[in-house]
């Protein structure tokens, strides 16, 4: 609902990172520790947390877990997931399970998609098994996004040192889109020119134009957007 916030914080005497929930409008907060994750391992170590709420059913959250619960989990922890709006949770198995995981996001059909180390992975039963995204070079892919367009939505992952890849038929077949051998870190639609798009990249804000109505990328990308 509206009313609803969910927060992540780091506890400093746990060494953990805990999940809080507010059903006020953030007046208040109460955390939530049914199935949430838990450590005493002396080599454990709390890097944050990302989430992601289902599209279509606000209920179902995710939270990605960075850090390592024990010695040689490589930055780490896991996905967890809950069914009932951050009240309880659990932690998910599968191919994820040590990865390093950058970016999440789930689609309106309910696909989850994974920015990983190694690439882009999906899900398509919410987090149980995950399977290689194929098309994509074994890059670290950082962060993913869908734009919507009138040509339907794009789907976008933005890569370490790999450019853009997109994908006009929601996930089944990616394709680049230029800025080879670049960081891109976020894109989005240019409101200001219909049509164009803008990156931002390791080397700095960047535009081209795109076909709307075809949904057909038209050309080579520009050193930099002008005002």
Not at 47 to 74: F, M, Q
Not at 136 to 155: E, Q
Request: glycine letters at 12%; aromatic letters at 12%.
């Amino acid at each position: 609902t509206l009313n609803t916030l969910f927060v992540v914080k780091n506890n400093p005497s746990q060494i953990r990172c805990e999940f809080f929930l507010s059903t006020d409008t953030g007046a208040t907060f109460t955390q939530q520790n049914s199935g949430w994750y838990n450590s005493t391992d002396p080599a454990r170590n709390d890097g944050g947390a990302r989430l992601a709420v289902s599209p279509s059913n606000p209920n179902r959250v995710y939270a990605y877990l960075i850090g390592e619960a024990k010695a040689n989990d490589y930055g780490f922890i896991g996905v967890y997931r809950s069914d009932d709006g951050g009240t309880t949770w659990f932690k998910l198995p599968g191919e994820l399970s040590r990865q390093t995981i950058y970016a999440l996001h789930q689609d309106g059909e309910g696909t989850i998609w994974a920015g990983a180390a190694d690439g882009l992975w999906r899900s398509k039963d919410y987090g149980v098994r995950w399977e290689r995204v194929p098309g994509l070079p074994t890059a670290t892919v950082i962060r993913l996004g869908v734009l919507d367009r009138a040509a339907g939505p794009l789907f976008w992952a933005g890569t370490e040192g790999a450019g853009l890849w997109w994908s006009q038929d929601r996930g089944q077949r990616w394709h680049p889109a230029g800025l080879d051998m670049r960081t891109v870190y976020a894109l989005l639609a240019d409101p200001v020119r219909p049509g164009h798009l803008i990156a931002a990249t390791d080397r700095g804000i960047v535009g081209a134009s795109v076909d709307d109505t075809r949904g057909q990328y038209l050309g080579v990308w520009p050193h930099s957007v002008q005002n």
